[in-house]
T-cell receptor, first 116, second 116 residues
Framework: DAGVTQSPTHLIKTRGQQVTLRCSPK?????VSWYQQALGQGPQFIFQ???????QRGNFPDRFSGHQFPNYSSELNVNALLLGDSALYLC???????????????FGPGTRLTVL | AQTVTQSQPEMSVQEAETVTLSCTYD???????LFWYKQPPSRQMILVIR??????QNATENRFSVNFQKAAKSFSLKISDSQLGDAAMYFC?????????????FGKGTLLTVNP
């Protein structure tokens, strides 16, 4: 089992550019969450995707958008990059997608985004 | 909104000794989950231990145990017989048990150093 994988590992962009980060969930998982972890901080929830729909969103501007594909993989898109978007972006997957019961979120290694 | 506070930015412990990491949280909900995650340097975040708020018994996983004080909204992690591999950033996290709220809310983390 490959676990949660993310690509690319590192990325350098300039202000104003757009970026796409990718995540493949752990086998059997159908739900993907994205988090932003700034240097020296805890992860902050961006949004969660289930059944190809965004079902919960954190306090992030519309510049942050996402997508989930039929195979449950997901993309995070950030438009009009700002210096403050520099961070480690973590993807986490879980199963199943419904209900209030606890379902452990398994994290990927992250994508380190640097905005110059 | 829920908040999680970790008041110890850094802690150190001698190998084979015991260390306790502190966490407090604020919520108006009665049913929720609490977690401790470990993030080793440049490695994936992994779940160390979890606690369901409705359970009075403190969770234990091998050398890791928690002291859950619901009334005080306190959730500390005790690591016994510390090992060099325990060195990492530790995050306390909260998740509502409400069906429509899936996000994890993290504290800022505690960097644990284990001295040989």
């Amino acid at each position: 089992d490959a676990g949660v994988t993310q690509s690319p590992t590192h990325l350098i962009k300039t202000r104003g550019q757009q970026v796409t980060l990718r995540c493949s969930p752990k086998s059997g998982h159908d739900t993907v969450s994205w988090y932003q972890q700034a240097l020296g901080q805890g992860p902050q929830f961006i949004f969660q995707y289930y059944e190809e729909e965004e079902r919960q969103r954190g306090n992030f501007p519309d510049r942050f958008s996402g997508h989930q594909f039929p195979n449950y993989s997901s993309e995070l898109n950030v438009n009009a990059l700002l210096l403050g978007d520099s961070a480690l972006y973590l993807c986490a997957s879980s199963f199943p997608g419904q209900g209030a019961s606890y379902n452990e979120q398994f994290f990927g290694p992250g994508t380190r985004l640097t905005v110059l | 909104a829920q908040t999680v506070t970790q008041s110890q930015p850094e802690m150190s412990v001698q190998e084979a000794e015991t260390v306790t990491l502190s966490c407090t949280y604020d919520t108006s909900e009665s049913d929720y989950y609490l977690f401790w995650y470990k993030q080793p340097p440049s490695r994936q975040m992994i779940l160390v231990i979890r606690q369901e708020a409705y359970k009075q018994q403190n969770a234990t996983e091998n050398r890791f145990s928690v002291n859950f004080q619901k009334a005080a909204k306190s959730f500390s992690l005790k690591i016994s017989d510390s090992q060099l591999g325990d060195a990492a950033m530790y995050f306390c996290a909260y998740r509502s048990a409400r069906g429509s709220n899936y996000k994890l809310t993290f504290g800022k983390g505690t960097l644990l150093t284990v001295n040989p």
